[in-house]
């Protein structure tokens, strides 16, 4: 019996997963802004990992670490094992797909394939197995002699999986790969990725909160350059945020003697920017929100800045809730 393989055996039978992903101490920084400052992270074999973050946290700065698309400032990344020394062995344990999956519209789904398929230096032998198993496993195997460009949004993201998954890689790498999808589309995806998840260790980022919950085992949520959660999606819910919150948006940027200022209210916790006009308010004191909207209203108006839209308090146990609360900490 091969030996590499009972070993797997016995650590899937006692439970001791091997660490196939390794992260450790990556730094990177962008001219003077700090993107990733020191994480460090392991994904066992098997792990289905959810990457979360706001737009600029560093979720697709660190997967195209990992997939060696850029190099980091400072930091080491493993593979089975296998680190960027020795590159050619490192790129053989994953399939990646990017944010904007690299498809030739002019080739059919098979061409592009089978493009792809020679591109990885993959045994020819295998090549017409390889092919069909990925196209069964994204449920793309009818659309195979279209042209990519007659298909919809869904069968392109499906054909970036596909692409991906040739080889068998140990680990994908897939950085938001239900962005843009219709909930019929996304539904689909949600099908493809329960195929997926008896095969292989996935890495993937999202923005949708609640598929990210739906697909994966364990969350790895990224804020302000550090991992601020790292655990199972059960004990996400953990969070004490018996606090209130609502959400702004201004018609111009808040400053951050605007930020200070806010934080004098009484009774307001924090103030989170989630992009340049929408911050999200949390309160200590929520018998008295109505006084506490109304003082700060009133501040905003005295600096010329008026509020376009106040959405109401999120429930608490709300996903998007405690996500807000552990990245506004």
Not at 113 to 141: C, H
Not at 158 to 185: K, Y
Not at 195 to 221: A, G, N, P, W, Y
Not at 263 to 290: A, F, Q, R, W
Request: net charge neutral; glycine share 6%.
């Amino acid at each position: 019996m091969d030996e590499a393989l009972l070993k797997d055996d016995l650590f899937y039978l006692y439970g001791l997963y091997r660490d196939m992903l390794v992260v450790k101490s990556i730094k990177k920084k962008y001219r003077d802004s700090v993107v990733l400052d020191n994480i460090s992270f392991n994904i066992k074999k098997g792990e289905i990992c959810g990457f979360l973050g706001v737009n600029g946290a560093g979720k697709s700065t660190t997967i195209n670490i990992i997939s060696s698309y850029l190099s980091p400032d400072s930091g080491s990344v493993e593979l089975n094992g296998i680190g960027f020394g020795n590159y050619k062995e490192y790129r053989k344990q994953f399939g990646f797909l990017p944010e904007k999956p690299p498809i030739y519209l002019d080739m059919t789904v098979q061409e592009y394939l089978s493009f792809v398929y020679d591109a990885k230096g993959l045994p020819r032998k295998d090549k017409s197995k390889n092919i069909n198993y990925s196209l069964e496993i994204t449920q793309i195997g009818d659309a195979r002699k279209r042209l990519i460009n007659n298909l919809s949004k869904g069968f392109r993201q499906r054909i970036g999986i596909a692409q991906a998954v040739l080889g068998n890689p140990s680990i994908l790498l897939l950085d938001e790969p239900m962005i843009g999808l219709d909930p019929l589309q996304i539904f689909q995806m949600r099908s493809m990725f329960n195929m997926l998840k008896e095969q292989f260790t996935v890495l993937m980022s999202s923005h949708i909160l609640s598929e990210i919950f739906e697909i994966c085992d364990r969350i790895l949520l990224l804020s302000g350059g550090n991992i601020v959660y790292d655990g199972s999606k059960e004990c996400f819910f953990s969070k004490d945020t018996k606090t209130s919150e609502f959400i702004i948006t201004t018609n111009k940027s808040l400053e951050k003697s605007h930020i200070d200022a806010i934080l004098k209210i009484k009774g307001i916790l924090s103030v989170c920017n989630l992009d340049n006009v929408t911050y999200n308010i949390t309160l200590k004191n929520i018998l008295h929100e109505n006084e506490i909207k109304k003082e700060l209203l009133l501040f905003l108006l005295g600096q010329d800045i008026s509020i376009n839209e106040l959405s109401p308090s999120l429930q608490n146990n709300d996903l998007e809730s405690v996500f807000l609360s552990y990245i506004c900490d």
